[in-house]
């Protein structure tokens, strides 16, 4: 593509945008394997009883995608976009096999450290390449758009190999799923998307023409990310509680709905409701926060999230546990594309891309921390405490974010 007809702007590249969307929903389809099922393998191929145990497999996944997050956002800025995002799925190729035919708990911890490097590579490719095409008016709608399609597919994945899973069994049958959506993610990155870098230095020449706010290195982006710039850790700090209760709804809520005496069918559906919801509404949430700013869709969305991680901690029917997993998704769809368009709202274009790999490295952290937390609390006093220590923990996050955040949207900068 020639310099001269680049162009910044969803409408502008509505055709590569699509396709970035397509992949992304095979990014998320990938997850959504294993999201109402694995716990029951835990329990049922490989009798294991420790809470603990069997968020093994969550905490490795967080770990593996978090330190990738971090590589993928250095890598797309050195090597390319697109080169991440096929190296992506090719580390993915071994995971549905290894999920079908594994003989011991081991090799499903091993296929999902597999999944979180592909996961790393991937999602946080299609994000960096949807801010690079958009530009700087529409990066909320973008980020609601990009995360819808991965977390509806995320729903549908998990409703389809929950229902394959009660009609013809645990293993291998609902892993059939991860072939496909394996295949035709990788066909569509390698032969139809293209590299956007060269939009990024269209944007600093257009809307960035003196160098201030770039030139920094690794370790001054990491710092400013984590802690010193006040927006940015905040929105660093919420994704890492964000992931901390969506790794204990993966791996507790499963526990929690069968020892209610819910059957597998329906802890697929609510395994899916979260997500479905999730995603769906983000699309709007997302554009929303391009209009009244980002702040407090963050700090009221975790409110939101304490509230539906609260009542399913109450609920004991399959109605009642709908309700949270409603509320959950509600609160996770005004928070998640929010957080991605602040840093975009914040970070130079020079170094945007890192940025996005030390929030997405926090963030992901959340879904080790929230297994092991909610694994070692639910092990020592139940599961019900789990959840209201998760429900707790994310109230506080938005506390965090509503005293020590400034609005980052510059059109509604006071």
Sequence with gaps: MATATIRLGLRENLGQFSLLVLVNAFVGAMVGLERSILPAIAQQDFHIAATTAILSFIVVFGVTKALTNYVAGRLSDRYGRKAVLVAGWL??????????????????????????????????????????????????????????SGYFAVAASALATGWIAAHYGLRPQPFYLGVVYVAAGLLLSTLTIRETRQHVAHEVRAHHPTPAGGGLTQGEIFRRTSWTDRNLSSVSQAGLVNNLNDGMAWGLFPLVFAAAGVGLAQVGMLAAIYPAVWGIVQIFTGAWSDRVGRKWLIAGGMAVQAAGIAVTALAVHFAAFAVGAVLLGLGTAMVYPTLLAAIGDVAHPSWRASAVGVYRLWRDLGYAVGALLAGFTADRFGLTAAVWLVAGLTLLSGAIAALRMDETLAARRA
């Design 91 to 148: 580390v993915a190729i071994p995971v549905p096999f290894v999920l079908m035919w594994a003989p011991t708990w081991n090799w499903v911890i091993a296929a999902n450290v597999l999944l979180g490097v592909s996961q790393g590579l991937t999602w946080s490719t299609t994000v960096i390449m949807k801010i690079d095409l958009v530009g700087p008016s529409r990066r909320g709608l973008a980020m609601g758009l990009n995360e819808f």
